[in-house]
């Protein structure tokens, strides 16, 4: 729905900052529905920033973020409350399942890729153009955090959301397994 809103912008001659706060805005309301849909499990108003996020995790209710700040896409939103929240893993469902060497919508010799390092997600999104509304699978912001951060992250097709318990157990899944580089500390 973001991308709707951010292409009639644009034809409005919206600028890039305008058409990120419109997103950002979208993706409050999806996440005010998504607390509808979580209830009493859910801290009920979305939280903003991620030190407010962290803050209701302590107290034992489910954050739910939508946008934050003009230039980061809602990927970037989760890759760093996982940093803030020194998360040991970060799940990501897309429209496709999993990674791939190229658009597979766009490419039919993109290849999936079963598990690859976080300097390699890093290394294949960086090319991508940071602008409102971008289509990748996970945006370059989010991928060197991601990086920085060392989280083991798991890029999923939306079909695996039903298993999602099974998969956190240890179950085989069918997407991409993103493995931080070698851990020298988290500030290293």
């Known amino acids: 729905m973001a991308r709707v809103y951010i292409d ?6 919206a600028t890039d900052v305008d058409c990120d ?7 409050r309301l999806n996440a005010r529905l998504l607390i509808l849909a979580l ?13 407010a996020a962290v803050r209701v995790m302590l107290r034992g209710k489910i954050p ?13 939103v989760a890759a760093g409350l996982a940093d803030a929240s020194r998360s040991d893993l970060l799940v990501f469902f897309t429209n496709v399942d999993g990674v791939y060497t ?4 766009l490419d039919p010799r993109a290849k999936k ?3 690859m390092t976080s300097r390699q997600l890093l290394e294949l ?3 991508v153009e940071m602008k409102p509304g971008i289509t990748t699978i996970v945006d370059p912001i989010s991928a060197k955090i991601i990086d920085r951060s060392r989280i083991k992250t798991l890029v999923l097709g939306k079909h ?8 956190l157990e240890g179950a085989e899944h069918s997407g991409t397994t993103v493995v931080p580089r070698e851990k020298l500390g988290r500030g290293s």
Do not use: C
């Not at 209830?39 to 030190?51: K, L, R, V």
């Not at 739910?64 to 970037?76: L, N, R």
């Not at 190229?102 to 919508?105: G, L, M, R, S």
């Open 8 to 13: 009639t912008a644009r034809k409005f001659k």
């Open 21 to 27: 706060t419109l997103g950002i805005d979208v993706t």
């Open 39 to 51: 209830g009493d499990i859910a801290e009920q108003n979305p939280a903003t920033t991620f030190e």
């Open 64 to 76: 739910v973020m939508g946008g934050t700040v003009p230039g980061h896409t809602t990927d970037a």
């Open 102 to 105: 190229a658009d597979p919508k």
């Open 113 to 115: 890729i079963e598990t």
């Open 125 to 127: 999104v960086a090319s």
């Open 160 to 167: 695996e959301i039903p298993g999602l318990q099974k998969i």
